[in-house]
């Protein structure tokens, strides 16, 4: 199974190191002149948006693996899962980089139909993805060797993960409706504020400090 789980996990670095070659600036083409420069150079905060986001979802899976180990039947599946789905998602991911590098004055071709088009398929990606990361932590607390206090870890980030799927979900409802397509994009501005005050708030120690503390009292 060690075998299996190494070339699964090169399988998905080398998924998501593809999805990241769709984002890349200038889409691989050399500027002939300098305003092809300058525009290749505004793509430039709309790809490193597009790159933070699907390293976010690389990394998670690199510490998810640090939970679970090996695995079994159900952790290779929720992968494919993943590896399935970043391909399919970084296609609205694209779409949204492109229309945000063209606002900023880049020329390319942004997308054309309404916002709540482009969210409401763009939402639908992110809530399948947040979901499958939420379900792989899910899977993690099945390990038998997990210690208490991973246990305890494990659970916030279950925790977080449902928060980035409801929020996703709340932008993909707003977009469905013409009278709020335009505030769809707004859900996903709150995540810092949502996920920094959770994550600040957790005890993520807790199972620690409750260990050292029976440790050292006193018998009776």
Known sequence: METVTRRLDGFTDAAFAFAVTLLVIGRGEVPGTFDDLRSAM??????????????MFWFTHVRWRRYRGEGDWVSVLLTFALIFLVLIYVRPLQA????LSAYVGANVTSFRGGIGDLFAVYGAGFIAMSATITSLFADARRN??????ERHALKGEIIIWSILTVTGALSLLLALFDATERISPLPYATLPVTIGLFTWRYDWELRRRQTETDAGAEPV
């Open 144 to 149: 038998p060797a997990l210690p208490d206090l």
């Open 96 to 99: 949204v980089a492109a229309s």
């Open 42 to 55: 505004a793509e430039v905060p709309a790809f490193a948006i597009g790159f933070a986001i699907i390293g």
